[in-house]
C-alpha cells in the first residue's frame, strides 16, 4: 500500500528530512537575499509540500507524530523564556479583541459557505461544525467536534486534506504578505520596523543579522533544554490532573476544564509564572532561542507535508471551495477591522493565523519574522480559542442541522 520512495517507518530517514531541510531552510534564509524575502519558513514548507506530493515522502508518519507531540511543546518554553512581560500585559488585551473579531469572520465564513455548498456536499452541517472550531482554535477542537457529531470517517479523512491545503496555503499567503509595499503602505508596521533597525548593515540578509553568533556554553545548552522538559512534563501532568478531575458537563465547568485542563495554556501559563519569578536565571541563558526556533523549523517542515493535491482531487474537491471561503471572508473582516481599529499588519496577521492555525502556527509565524514581542500574547490570546472554538462550533452545527 505504501507507494513513497521513503516508507512511513522508515523513520531515520523521516528525521534526516525533517531536521536536514529544517537545517537548509535557515541557511537559505540566511544566506540569499531572495531566501531572506521568501522566508526560511515558506521553504520548509513548501520544499515538504512538493516531496509529499512526488511521492518521495509519505503524507503520514509516526515520526511525524512526535514532531506534534513532543518538538512543538518543547520549543513552546524555550522561546518564552526572553518574554517581555510589561509588554505582553499591555498587548494582549488589544490582541484578544482583534482575535475576536476574527473569530466573528471565521463564522460568516462558515454561514455564507454553507449556503453556496450546503445542497452538494453530504454532512456539511456537520463539517461546518468541525470547521468553525477549528478555524478559531485548532485541530484540537476539529478533533473534539468531529466526534461530538459523529461526522463519517470518509468525510472527516476528506476535510482534514482540505484543512492542510488551505493551511499551507494561506500560512504561505500570510508570511509573504509583510514583503508586499502595499500592505506597508497601507498599515502601521512598529514591528517589522523594530527588526530592519536592528539588523546589521554589512550582513547579507535580513535573518542573518537577526540570528547573529552568540556565545553560549554546554551549561547553557544544558540549562535550556533541561528546564524546557522540566517545564513541559509539569505542565501536562499538572493539565492532565485537573482534567481527569473536573466534570465535562454544564457550560461553567467546561469552560474551567478547557483553562486548567488544557496542556498548551498550561504550559505557557507556568513558563511565564517561572519566568516572571526567576527573571535572572532565564535571562542568563544563552542558546534557547535559537534552539527553540531550530524546533520550530522543524514544525514548518511537517506543515506542509500532508498537503496532498492528488488525494484531494480524488475525495472531495468542493470541500477545497468551502474552506477556501471560510478562511477568505476570516482574513477580509480581520483585515478591515484591523486597519479600521488601526492595528498593526503584524498584530492582524497573527490574529488571523491563530484562528485559522491555532496559537502554535500563529506564534511559530512570529518567532520566523522576529516579531518578538508578539510571541507570548498570540500564544495566550490564541490558547483561548481552544475553549469558545468548542461552543461556537457547537452552536454552528445545531443552527445548520436545522435547516
Request: no cysteine.
Amino acid at each position: 500500500m505504501d507507494t513513497t520512495l521513503i516508507k512511513p517507518d522508515d523513520t531515520w530517514l523521516l528525521w534526516a528530512f525533517l531536521a536536514g531541510w529544517a537545517a537548509a531552510s535557515i541557511w537559505l534564509e540566511q544566506r540569499y537575499k531572495w531566501a531572506s524575502k521568501v522566508s526560511g519558513a515558506i521553504i520548509a514548507l513548501v520544499g515538504a509540500l512538493i516531496l509529499s506530493n512526488l511521492k518521495i515522502i509519505p503524507v503520514d508518519a509516526p515520526a511525524y507524530d512526535v514532531v506534534w507531540s513532543y518538538v512543538i511543546p518543547l520549543a513552546i518554553p524555550l522561546l518564552l523564556y526572553q518574554a517581555n512581560l510589561k509588554k505582553v500585559w499591555n498587548e494582549s488585551g488589544r490582541l484578544l479583541l482583534l482575535f475576536l473579531i476574527s473569530s466573528v469572520g471565521t463564522v460568516v465564513g462558515v454561514f455564507a459557505a454553507f449556503s453556496l455548498l450546503g445542497r452538494f456536499i453530504p454532512e456539511l452541517d456537520r463539517i461546518a461544525a468541525m470547521m468553525t472550531g477549528s478555524y478559531i482554535g485548532g485541530g484540537v477542537n476539529f478533533a473534539a467536534l468531529s466526534a461530538k457529531f459523529e461526522t463519517s470517517e470518509g468525510m472527516i479523512s476528506s476535510t482534514i486534506v482540505a484543512d492542510n491545503l488551505m493551511m499551507a496555503i494561506y500560512f504561505f499567503v500570510l508570511i509573504a504578505i509583510p514583503g508586499i509595499s502595499f500592505f506597508r503602505k497601507k498599515f502601521p508596521t512598529p514591528h517589522i520596523d523594530e527588526v530592519e533597525a536592528s539588523a546589521d548593515p554589512q550582513s547579507e540578509t535580513l535573518a542573518g543579522s537577526y540570528w547573529q553568533r552568540k556565545d553560549i556554553s554546554l551549561k547553557d545548552i544544558a540549562l535550556s533544554v533541561g528546564s524546557a522538559f522540566l517545564i513541559v512534563a509539569v505542565s501536562f501532568k499538572i493539565a492532565e490532573f485537573f482534567g481527569s478531575v473536573i466534570p465535562d458537563e454544564g457550560a461553567g465547568w467546561l469552560l474551567l476544564g478547557g483553562l486548567l485542563g488544557d496542556n498548551y495554556l498550561m504550559l505557557t501559563t507556568l513558563t511565564v509564572a517561572a519566568v516572571t519569578l526567576m527573571p535572572k536565571f532565564f535571562d542568563s541563558l544563552h542558546g534557547a532561542q535559537e534552539i527553540g526556533t531550530y524546533l520550530i523549523y522543524i514544525f514548518f517542515v511537517v506543515i506542509g507535508v500532508p498537503a496532498s493535491i492528488p488525494l484531494l482531487v480524488q475525495n472531495a474537491p468542493l470541500l477545497l471551495i468551502f474552506v477556501f471561503i471560510i478562511v477568505l471572508l476570516n482574513m477580509i473582516v480581520t483585515f478591515t477591522a484591523g486597519k479600521a481599529m488601526k492595528f498593526s499588519l503584524e498584530e492582524i496577521i497573527v490574529a488571523s493565523n491563530a484562528n485559522i492555525g491555532g496559537p502554535t502556527t500563529a506564534a511559530a509565524m512570529a518567532i520566523a519574522k522576529g516579531w518578538k514581542n508578539l510571541i507570548v500574547p498570540v500564544m495566550l490570546v490564541g490558547t483561548m480559542g481552544y475553549i469558545i472554538g468548542n461552543y461556537l462550533g457547537t452552536i454552528v452545527g445545531n443552527l445548520l442541522a436545522g435547516l
